[in-house]
């Protein structure tokens, strides 16, 4: 989580001061934005106690939204970040979601989404996660080409339960094939 975090974060363009997280969840991101006291930080969740502590403990405009109706102007933001959160959107539904977001970014504007991969969803008993579907790095790459954003850099990450950094270095090394994670930087064209 930390390294999706740090990375998404470092994909944030230069100079990009309107800044939206959907779905912040626990403020990871709104943490590390936060930072930066240019930035104009928005963040927003569907559950209520994630919106309270966020309004807590930040400075920043958070609000209790749905992915699928998203209150705020259209060409309004610099960046969106979107971690985690595509997968917990039905396929029926995904183009309607990222076709809003594109109306949220200014012309040029950054998009950055993540979404696992390799979780064997389709194994599992049970769903703690919530998810309604797999990603594949070329299906995520595909989506947002259709949505009308230019993939312009990405990030594969691997998820290890214990010495996350040591088999994060064997995992290159080696060339390992499934990652876990993949982290795009996109922008709306």
Request: no cysteine.
């Amino acid at each position: 989580t930390k390294d999706r975090i740090k990375t998404a974060v470092s994909f944030i363009p230069k100079g990009q001061l309107r800044i939206l997280d959907i779905g912040a969840g626990m403020g990871y991101v709104v943490e590390l934005v936060s930072k930066d006291k240019q930035k104009e930080i928005y963040a927003n969740d569907f559950s209520k106690i994630s919106v309270e502590n966020l309004k807590k403990r930040y400075k920043g405009n958070f609000s209790l939204q749905s992915v699928y109706d998203l209150k705020y102007p259209k060409n309004y933001f610099d960046v969106v970040l979107a971690l985690d959160v595509l997968e917990h959107i039905p396929p029926s539904k995904t183009f309607k979601v990222l076709k809003s977001v594109k109306n949220l970014l200014k012309t040029n504007g950054t998009l950055i989404v993540s979404v696992p991969m390799n979780e064997g969803l389709e194994k599992m008993q049970d769903n703690p996660n919530g998810h309604v579907r797999m990603y594949t790095e070329d299906l995520i790459r595909a989506e947002l080409k259709i949505a009308g954003f230019q993939t312009i850099e990405h990030k594969t990450l691997f998820a290890f339960p214990n010495f996350y950094h040591i088999k994060k270095i064997i995992a290159k090394l080696t060339k390992r094939k499934y990652p876990n994670n993949v982290v795009l930087k996109a922008m709306k064209t």
